[in-house]
C-alpha cells in the first residue's frame, strides 16, 4: 500500500511531466474508469444472486415434484 510520502512524491512528478491542467482530465477518466468498474462488478453480482435463487427455485420444485411422485406409487 502507498504511504501519504509516495504519493506526494507521485503527484509531484505528474506535475512535473504533463503540467498543471492535465491533473484534471486524468483524475476524470479514473473517476470514470472506476464507475465502469464497479458498475461491472455489480453487474456480476446481481447475475450471480439471480442464478442463485434460480437454482434454490428450481431445487425446490424438483423436491417437490418428487414428494408427489413418491405419494403416487
Known amino acids: 500500500m502507498l504511504g501519504t510520502t509516495e504519493i ?15 491533473i484534471p482530465r486524468f483524475a476524470k477518466s479514473i473517476g470514470k474508469a472506476k464507475r465502469e468498474f464497479e458498475k461491472g462488478v455489480k453487474e456480476v453480482e446481481d447475475e450471480a444472486k439471480i442464478e442463485k435463487e434460480t437454482e434454490r427455485t428450481e431445487g425446490s420444485k424438483d423436491e417437490e415434484s418428487k414428494g408427489e411422485t413418491e405419494k403416487n406409487q
Not at 506526494?8 to 492535465?22: R, S, Y
Open 8 to 22: 506526494i512524491i507521485i503527484a509531484g512528478v505528474v506535475v512535473l511531466l504533463f503540467g498543471g491542467a492535465a
